[in-house]
Nanobody, 114 residues
Framework: VQLVESGGGLVQPGGSLSLSCAASGFTFASYVMRWYRQAPGKERELVASISSTGGTANYVDSVKGRFTISRDNAKNTVYLQMNSLKFEDTAVYYC????????WGQGTQVTVSS
């Protein structure tokens, strides 16, 4: 099983980044996919989740209206489009697959700084 995140980096406040997570080794289309983040000194936080079919998405209040989670089951990939980024969005972002058991990616750093 592999979950490989990409797309992190350094961005100015108000900017945008698009994260991707490529999955392999399991039946991607059967799993709920989630993005978590962990800032220094803080607990890991669930940011967004999307149902196996992509029909339902949920977000933590702090990112609603700014972040969009999506998935392409043909490509075994989940995405997180992040707009209007704020300093407080700085964190390591992790991809997670859940269906009773769960799998984690290695994380990608997102830094929002001027």
């Amino acid at each position: 099983v592999q979950l490989v995140e990409s797309g992190g980096g350094l961005v100015q406040p108000g900017g945008s980044l698009s994260l991707s997570c490529a999955a392999s080794g399991f039946t991607f289309a059967s799993y709920v996919m989630r993005w978590y983040r962990q800032a220094p000194g803080k607990e890991r936080e669930l940011v967004a989740s999307i149902s196996s079919t992509g029909g339902t998405a949920n977000y933590v209040d702090s990112v609603k209206g700014r972040f969009t989670i999506s998935r392409d089951n043909a490509k075994n990939t989940v995405y997180l489009q992040m707009n209007s980024l704020k300093f407080e969005d700085t964190a390591v972002y992790y991809c997670n697959a859940f269906r009773g058991v769960q799998f984690w990616g290695q994380g990608t750093q997102v830094t929002v700084s001027s």
